[in-house]
């Protein structure tokens, strides 16, 4: 197959966004053209051309179309020292100004990350005390964030994970195991809202204290990134945390004069100015 031009993935993103409204045109363009090839791959298409005609012809094939571009691997309790900094330190400080938290997960991709943040809650003593946003771009992904079924082989990582975190009990309590996967104890998500939400073009449309967004952003270009982080400064109350990826960073975008780095080790920055 061949090289993918740049000029083919502008054509691209040009007539995605003209007839789907979707804007793809600020993704990463290293990042973005790999994920074309792949999908290029998957369903045998001999070119951008081919791929464009399909997307032209087939509205149903877009909504995969997103889902391969967006994917996003995840798995529970990820970087366990991050989850022991939120539980030992972020949520007290919180709670010590506040008797509920407000929280967004942004890019929740299957839900993983929710899971892990409601167990933290629960095993706190202040699950009830929270309401969670969990937005995505992709319906199908954040219907599966909603199920809360996972495949079993992936619970050997997340048990690993959970018991580098030094949880209060163990994994297994939170699932129960039925032909082959596991189904997550509905209770933990009972305040949490998943939505469909697009991070390239949508407004603030809350207030949180705590805003996650990890390993997203690593796929938007430099202008994008900075559009979205003053959108996650607005969508914070003062004082608040936002938390992103470990190859992310605050440092170089505009309001980065608007935070202080409450944690540089695990990429959690604070606001201190509206």
């Given at each position: 197959m061949q090289e993918i031009e740049i000029a083919e993935l502008r054509k691209l993103t040009e007539v995605i966004k003209e007839k789907y409204n979707y804007d793809f045109s600020n993704y990463a363009m290293s990042s973005f053209k790999r994920r074309i090839q792949r999908i290029l791959e998957m369903y045998k298409l001999a070119s951008v051309d081919v791929?464009?005609?399909?997307?032209?012809?087939?509205?149903?094939?877009?909504?995969?179309?997103?889902?391969?571009?967006?994917?996003?691997?995840?798995?529970?309790?990820?970087?366990?020292?991050?989850?022991?900094?939120l539980r030992d330190h972020i949520l007290p400080n919180i709670m010590l100004n506040h008797n509920n938290i407000s929280i967004w997960h942004a890019g929740c991709s299957s839900g993983e990350e929710v899971f892990s943040m409601a167990?933290?809650?629960?095993?706190?003593?202040?699950?009830?005390?929270?309401?969670?946003?969990?937005?995505?771009i992709d319906?199908?992904?954040?219907?599966?964030?909603?199920?809360?079924?996972?495949?079993?082989?992936?619970?050997?990582?997340?048990?690993?994970?959970?018991?580098?975190?030094?949880?209060?009990?163990?994994?297994e309590k939170y699932y129960k195991e039925e032909n082959g996967k596991a189904i997550m104890d509905k209770s933990l998500v009972e305040h949490v809202s998943f939505r469909e939400h697009n991070l390239v073009a949508s407004m603030a449309f809350s207030k949180f204290d705590l805003i996650l967004c990890r390993n997203v952003m690593i796929y938007?270009?430099?202008?994008?990134?900075?559009?979205?982080?003053?959108?996650?400064?607005?969508?914070?109350?003062?004082?608040?945390?936002?938390?992103?990826g470990s190859k992310e960073s605050l440092i170089w975008c505009e309001i980065a004069n608007k935070f202080i780095v409450a944690n540089n080790e695990e990429k959690i920055y604070k606001k201190i100015k509206d």
């Open positions: 791929l464009i005609k399909k997307l032209t012809e087939e509205p149903r094939f877009f909504k995969e179309f997103v889902s391969e571009v967006t994917v996003n691997v995840t798995e529970m309790f990820r970087d366990p020292s991050f989850w022991r900094e167990i933290v809650l629960k095993e706190m003593g202040i699950l009830d005390k929270t309401k969670i946003v969990a937005t995505d319906t199908d992904i954040l219907q599966k964030a909603r199920s809360g079924v996972y495949s079993m082989k992936n619970m050997e990582l997340n048990q690993k994970n959970y018991l580098r975190f030094q949880g209060t009990t163990t994994l938007f270009n430099q202008a994008l990134q900075n559009n979205v982080l003053k959108m996650f400064h607005e969508s914070l109350f003062k004082y608040g945390y936002l938390i992103v």
